[in-house]
Every structure is written in structure tokens, then in C-alpha cells.
């Protein structure tokens, strides 16, 4: 059902490079992510329960293409990216209802789910690094973040630093850590739950 353009590889890979030089303290990574990080991220979802998904900062669309794979026709994928030219790729690159396309912060998570009548999120994954971001913003969106995850949902942080360990540990009761080795940088994950 993923539905996607003629948006090239070749092409995803210079816009993401061109915009790492651009604002490398908003991607922490020159290149995409890996296909073994993305399934060794998206391997601990529970892809039957799962209704209502999210990803913040979803770049060229590595992880939006494998989520809307894997799940249901009849689930939900939020995706929230702040750069225009991220966005503009991906709503060129993807024609999926079950796909929103959202030009926001992650930090607006709690009213734009609200304005769709989407009452909390299942799964919620995160590659926006915390660790450069202003302290302010990173608890404004992990606050917000907590108040949408619906009782034994997930949210799961990939990261190249565990500097945020300590504000995750802070706000989920479950915090399980995982590390893949085979993506450029090395990614360490956080799975949580409240």
C-alpha cells in the first residue's frame, strides 16, 4: 500500500547531506539511516496493536517508508518535520492516506493529534537529537511526548550519544537500551514505556 514517487535515492541522499551542512545540530548525521537500524528500531513494535504511530524528525522518509510497510491499512502515521525541504521531499515521495505530513515541531505533537481526533499515540519514535537541541525545547517535547503515549505504548529514541538517558529516565518507568553498530555513527536506542 506504500505508495511512493519517483523520488530517487541518489537524490534523498543530497538533500539530507546538503541540509546536514546546512543545520548539522538539527540532523546529527551526515547520511540516512541504515536499513540495519531501521529494523533492529522498528523490530520491537507490536505491528497488530498499533493504530496511531508518529516519528518525529522523519528527514528523506528512511523510517516512514518502512513504517507504513509494516503496518495496518487501517492505522495512522504522523510524521513532524521542521525543514521545508524535508517536507516538500516527502510530499512529493509519498501518497498514502494513511499519511499526515506535518510541518510543526515535535512539541506540538499534543494539539496536533488533538486537532485530528486522535486521542494518544501507540508508538511514537524519535530521531531528533536531544542532546544539541535547546533544553527548553527537548522538555517541552518530551513532556508532551509522555501526555500522548497511550498506557503500554512505546516510545523509542535513536540517538548517537546517550546524553538524553538521564531526561528519559526522568519521565518513562521503562527505559530498555539497545546499540547498532552497523549504521553511520553507531546509534544507541532507548525503548520506553510509562
Same mark, same amino acid.
Given at each position: 500500500?506504500?505508495?511512493?514517487?519517483?523520488?530517487?535515492?541518489?537524490?534523498?541522499?543530497?538533500?539530507?547531506?546538503?541540509?546536514?551542512?546546512?543545520?548539522?545540530?538539527?540532523?546529527?548525521?551526515?547520511?540516512?539511516?541504515?536499513?540495519?537500524?531501521?529494523?533492529?528500531?522498528?523490530?520491537?513494535?507490536?505491528?497488530?496493536?498499533?493504530?496511531?504511530?508518529?516519528?518525529?524528525?522523519?528527514?528523506?522518509?528512511?523510517?516512514?517508508?518502512?513504517?507504513?510497510?509494516?503496518?495496518?491499512?487501517?492505522?495512522?502515521?504522523?510524521?513532524?518535520?521542521?525543514?521545508?525541504?524535508?517536507?516538500?521531499?516527502?510530499?512529493?515521495?509519498?501518497?498514502?492516506?494513511?499519511?499526515?505530513?506535518?510541518?510543526?515541531?515535535?512539541?506540538?505533537?499534543?494539539?496536533?493529534?488533538?486537532?485530528?481526533?486522535?486521542?494518544?499515540?501507540?508508538?511514537?519514535?524519535?530521531?531528533?537529537?536531544?542532546?544539541?537541541?535547546?533544553?527548553?525545547?527537548?522538555?517541552?517535547?518530551?513532556?508532551?511526548?509522555?501526555?500522548?503515549?497511550?498506557?503500554?505504548?512505546? &516510545?523509542? =529514541?535513536? !540517538?548517537?550519544?546517550? +546524553?538524553? /538517558?538521564?531526561? #528519559?529516565?526522568? @519521565? &518513562?518507568? =521503562?527505559? !530498555?537500551?539497545?546499540? +547498532?553498530? /552497523?549504521?553511520? #555513527?553507531?546509534? @544507541?536506542?532507548?525503548?520506553? !514505556?510509562?
Amino acid at each position: 500500500m506504500v505508495l511512493e514517487s519517483g523520488v530517487t535515492r541518489g537524490e534523498q541522499v543530497r538533500i539530507f547531506a546538503k541540509n546536514f551542512f546546512k543545520h548539522p545540530r538539527m540532523l546529527g548525521s551526515l547520511i540516512p539511516s541504515s536499513r540495519f537500524l531501521i529494523d533492529e528500531v522498528l523490530g520491537g513494535v507490536d505491528w497488530k496493536s498499533v493504530r496511531v504511530f508518529v516519528e518525529y524528525g522523519p528527514g528523506v522518509g528512511s523510517f516512514t517508508t518502512e513504517i507504513l510497510r509494516r503496518m495496518s491499512p487501517q492505522a495512522s502515521l504522523v510524521v513532524f518535520e521542521t525543514n521545508r525541504e524535508f517536507v516538500e521531499l516527502l510530499r512529493r515521495k509519498y501518497d498514502d492516506p494513511r499519511l499526515t505530513i506535518v510541518h510543526s515541531s515535535a512539541g506540538d505533537v499534543e494539539r496536533v493529534l488533538s486537532r485530528m481526533d486522535l486521542k494518544s499515540a501507540d508508538c511514537i519514535i524519535s530521531g531528533i537529537p536531544f542532546s544539541t537541541m535547546p533544553p527548553e525545547v527537548r522538555k517541552t517535547i518530551l513532556d508532551k511526548t509522555r501526555a500522548v503515549i497511550k498506557p503500554g505504548g512505546q &516510545f523509542i =529514541v535513536y !540517538q548517537f550519544s546517550a +546524553e538524553v /538517558l538521564s531526561h #528519559l529516565r526522568s @519521565r &518513562f518507568r =521503562v527505559v !530498555q537500551q539497545d546499540f +547498532e553498530l /552497523l549504521n553511520i #555513527l553507531p546509534a @544507541r536506542i532507548f525503548r520506553c !514505556q510509562l
